[in-house]
T-cell receptor
Framework: AQSVTQPDIHITVSEGASLELRCNYS??????LFWYVQSPGQGLQLLLK??????LVQGIKGFEAEFKRSQSSFNLRKPSVHWSDAAEYFC??????????FGDGTTLTVKP | GAVVSQHPSRVICKSGTSVKIECRSL??????MFWYRQFPKKSLMLMAT?????????EQGVEKDKFLINHASLTLSTLTVTSAHPEDSSFYIC????????????FGPGTRLTVL
């Protein structure tokens, strides 16, 4: 069975500071990994995805994530956070069958 | 990227009535669509997978007679909440799968259902 763990329920960072959101997964084969962002009352927007190849993935809005097979991790990073990045972030793992399993999400608060 | 729309964005209904939510893929054909439910401060819970022209596959614990899913065309799937109760109040999100084969999904903006 596949599963995703986001250890941090809530993270607060100052504007301009760097950010790392953690994601650990359990999956029986090569995973397809995703990071999504959700603003209050909105649907999910894809930030980036990993299917294969280069383990460092660049996404939109200045985000990147690194796939580390040995650690079963796919952490999301951003070098300098903006106030508009405050939102809920979800890591997900999917199978070719089409179902995605989502983590419980991490709420990001940005201090001015 | 591909665009998925949902209608309505918000709906308030009385207990016992039925509500239909539409999910449309606007610029691509979606052979598969997914319906999720999200509680406040919680992750998305997959309710069902619908494939065009066939019956939906429901996740364990989801009442198929209460949450009716129809996927009559490659661009439209509907979720009907029948005999709605206050506990059905939630945020419902659909997603549409493309044909890339890599499980890429495009999410709709969600529908907020409030049952009085």
């Amino acid at each position: 069975a596949q599963s995703v763990t986001q250890p941090d329920i809530h993270i607060t960072v100052s504007e301009g500071a760097s950010l790392e959101l953690r994601c650990n997964y359990s999956y029986g084969a090569t995973p397809y990994l995703f990071w999504y962002v959700q603003s209050p009352g909105q649907g999910l927007q894809l930030l980036l995805k990993y299917f294969s190849g280069d383990t460092l993935v660049q996404g939109i809005k200045g985000f990147e994530a690194e796939f580390k097979r040995s650690q079963s991790s796919f952490n999301l990073r951003k070098p300098s956070v903006h106030w508009s990045d405050a939102a809920e972030y979800f890591c997900a793992v999917g199978a070719r069958a089409g179902k995605s399993t989502f983590g419980d999400g991490t709420t990001l608060t940005v201090k001015p | 990227g591909a665009v998925v729309s949902q209608h309505p964005s918000r709906v308030i209904c009385k207990s016992g009535t039925s509500v239909k939510i539409e999910c449309r893929s606007l610029d691509f054909q979606a052979t598969t669509m997914f319906w999720y439910r999200q509680f406040p401060k919680k992750s998305l819970m997959l309710m069902a997978t619908s494939n065009e022209g066939s019956k939906a596959t429901y996740e364990q614990g989801v009442e198929k007679d209460k949450f009716l899913i129809n996927h009559a065309s490659l661009t439209l799937s509907t979720l009907t909440v029948t005999s709605a109760h206050p506990e059905d109040s939630s945020f419902y999100i659909c997603s549409a799968g493309g044909s890339s084969g890599y499980n890429e999904q495009f999410f709709g903006p969600g529908t907020r259902l409030t049952v009085l």
